[in-house]
């Protein structure tokens, strides 16, 4: 029976895989199919009272209400606003005009600038807007692609100012400073691996490496420790954005003083210099959100306790052992990218007609993904209550036992190769890893931590970010070639990512 319950329990998310990969269905309608198969099994299968699975399905849609969909929103509103200032334009300049040699602005713009993106705003951003503008800059349209996928796995658990690990830490009652630690731990190889085979793949080999190895080193290393200070220290929602900015001026810094090799350099273009009044300009809605983010989060304690006092704490499930929900009104990260992007378009000279037609666009832009998370958060909700999330952990268990934490990682990954987002694949997968964990005598932080690192190969390979990539170059159609290139370095990254995460369960 219990092979009999782990199928049933796993049939919302094998409804998802084949929804998305055969069926060819939209997300926001394979995650809908998806709720409506845990409804079904809850009811008819696990025989859950029907006010329980309404209520579970309604704290799902709280939980993903507020505040999932606030950042979402939020972070799109602001980089949409730079837009259409034309801030974005100043910003692409500037990261352009430090150096001619190709592996250095390969490095700024997939790995920092990509990795900048990914903190802020995710959802694609930081596949698109990098490799168009290589793309636009000269580079082959699938290396352009190739090397921004490379550089926006790793990222992804702290992607959308830390929504797939505050989400993760929120669904399986982990305290997130301590998770979003585990989590930058465990990629930590990963984060100095990146800018080296970014810079490989442009030079198709270690030959490529000659003359930057200690700009790509330097690229890593301040990226990394960054992210593991802030991420213990803060929290998962700056840890990103503060990484990539530390490696940002640490690349442009040593980079601006590497002699270009002549098989690697651009050619030159003439450019309007630069104006440090208007750089500034460009920056200033993400300047407004690191500086609002740091001062509010627990680093300034009388701030952040002062306005965690506007805060209700609901039970939404009315069945036995209900979650607690607690929703900062105030002090959460979509109230202060807001008030970033106001003031930064206030900055730059956005008026109130396109305050309105830049958020209308928005939501109308992001409506399928709040459909989709709304969803994805309503079925994890049922699954959880009824007790398959709990069926599929126990089958797992029982069949790898010890060794399960080289599989979990690779469930990481399942959950982000399908859904393309690391946010849904913790909601999916988080309680499967917090269960075995449990029932293994591990550290639940490590365990719990595998799925985000799983996520980072399963982000590279996602047909989702596949497409996002091939639409910003305008080479549509064509995904089984970037899939073929970008396939070896996902399945590297896995069976790296097995051996550590088993090791390390050892050890903890």
């Known amino acids: 029976m219990g092979f009999i319950y782990f199928l049933l329990g796993l049939?919302?998310?094998?409804?998802?895989?084949?929804?998305?990969?055969?069926?060819?269905?939209?997300?926001?309608?394979?995650?809908?199919?998806?709720?409506?198969?845990?409804?079904?099994?809850?009811?008819?299968?696990?025989?859950?009272?029907?006010?329980?699975?309404?209520?579970?399905?309604?704290?799902?849609?709280?939980n993903a209400a507020w505040p999932i969909i606030l950042v979402i929103i939020a972070a799109m509103f602001t980089y949409n606003l730079t837009l259409k200032t034309g801030a974005m334009e100043v910003i692409k300049h500037m990261l352009s005009s430090v150096t001619n040699d190709k592996r250095i602005l390969i490095l700024i713009l997939a790995w920092c600038f990509g990795g900048f993106m990914e903190g802020m705003a995710g959802f694609g951003t930081a596949i698109a807007i990098p490799a168009g503008m290589l793309y636009a800059m000269g580079f082959d349209p699938i290396f352009s692609c190739l090397v921004c996928l490379i550089a926006n796995g790793v990222p992804t658990a702290f992607g959308s100012i830390g929504i797939p690990t505050v989400t993760l830490a929120g669904l399986v009652g982990l305290e997130n400073t301590t998770l979003s630690f585990y989590t930058a731990i465990q990629l930590a190889p990963f984060i100095l691996l990146c800018p080296i085979l970014i810079v490989m793949a442009?030079?198709?080999?270690?030959?490529?490496?000659?003359?930057?190895?200690?700009?790509?080193?330097?690229?890593?290393?301040?990226?990394?420790?960054?992210?593991?200070?802030?991420?213990?220290?803060?929290?998962?929602?700056?840890?990103?954005?503060?990484?990539?900015?530390?490696?940002?001026?640490?690349?442009?810094?040593?980079?601006?003083?590497?002699?270009?090799?002549?098989?690697?350099?651009?050619?030159?273009?003439?450019?309007?210099?630069?104006?440090?009044?208007?750089?500034?300009?460009?920056?200033?809605?993400?300047?407004?959100?690191?500086?609002?983010?740091?001062?509010?989060?627990?680093?300034?304690?009388?701030?952040?306790?002062?306005?965690?006092?506007?805060?209700?704490?609901?039970?939404?499930?009315?069945?036995?052992?209900p979650n607690t929900l607690t929703f900062a009104w105030i002090n959460t990260p979509g109230i202060w990218i807001f008030l970033s992007a106001f003031i930064g378009g206030k900055i730059q000279g956005a008026s109130l007609n396109d305050?309105?037609?830049?958020?209308?666009?928005?939501?109308?832009?992001?409506?399928?993904?709040?459909?989709?998370?709304?969803?994805?958060?309503?079925?994890?909700?049922?699954?959880?209550?009824?007790?398959?999330?709990?069926?599929?952990?126990?089958?797992?268990?029982?069949?790898?036992?010890?060794?399960?934490?080289?599989?979990?990682?690779?469930?990481?990954?399942?959950?982000?190769?399908?859904?393309?987002?690391?946010?849904?694949?913790?909601?999916?997968?988080?309680?499967?890893?917090?269960?075995?964990?449990?029932?293994l005598h591990a550290n639940t932080y490590w365990i719990v931590a595998l799925n985000s690192m799983g996520v980072a190969a399963g982000k590279m390979m996602s047909?989702?970010?596949?497409?996002?990539?091939?639409?910003?170059?305008?080479?549509?159609?064509?995904?089984?070639?970037?899939?073929?290139?970008?396939?070896?370095?996902?399945?590297?990254?896995l069976i790296l990512m097995s051996i550590y995460a088993f090791v390390g369960a050892k050890i903890l």
């Open 11 to 62: 049939l919302p998310i094998i409804w998802l895989i084949v929804a998305l990969i055969v069926l060819k269905m939209p997300t926001f309608k394979a995650a809908m199919g998806s709720l409506a198969v845990a409804i079904l099994l809850a009811l008819f299968v696990w025989k859950l009272p029907f006010m329980n699975v309404l209520t579970a399905t309604l704290e799902g849609f709280a």
């Open 463 to 493: 047909p989702q970010s596949i497409a996002i990539a091939l639409s910003a170059v305008q080479k549509e159609g064509q995904d089984s070639k970037l899939l073929a290139k970008i396939l070896p370095y996902g399945v590297l990254f």
């Open 202 to 321: 442009t030079g198709k080999g270690f030959k490529a490496l000659k003359g930057v190895l200690p700009v790509t080193l330097a690229s890593g290393i301040s990226f990394l420790i960054p992210t593991i200070i802030i991420g213990n220290f803060v929290g998962a929602e700056l840890a990103v954005v503060v990484g990539s900015v530390c490696s940002l001026l640490v690349t442009i810094l040593m980079g601006s003083k590497v002699k270009p090799d002549p098989q690697y350099e651009m050619e030159k273009k003439d450019k309007q210099p630069l104006v440090v009044k208007e750089c500034v300009k460009a920056w200033s809605p993400f300047i407004c959100i690191f500086v609002f983010l740091l001062l509010t989060s627990k680093l300034v304690a009388p701030v952040n306790s002062a306005l965690s006092q506007f805060s209700s704490a609901v039970q939404i499930y009315c069945g036995q052992n």
């Open 355 to 439: 305050f309105v037609s830049v958020f209308v666009s928005t939501l109308k832009q992001m409506k399928a993904t709040m459909i989709t998370m709304c969803s994805v958060l309503g079925c994890a909700k049922v699954m959880g209550y009824a007790g398959m999330i709990a069926a599929i952990a126990d089958f797992a268990i029982g069949v790898t036992g010890p060794l399960y934490p080289i599989v979990a990682p690779w469930i990481g990954a399942l959950g982000c190769f399908v859904t393309g987002s690391g946010t849904s694949s913790g909601v999916f997968f988080g309680a499967v890893q917090a269960s075995a964990a449990q029932a």
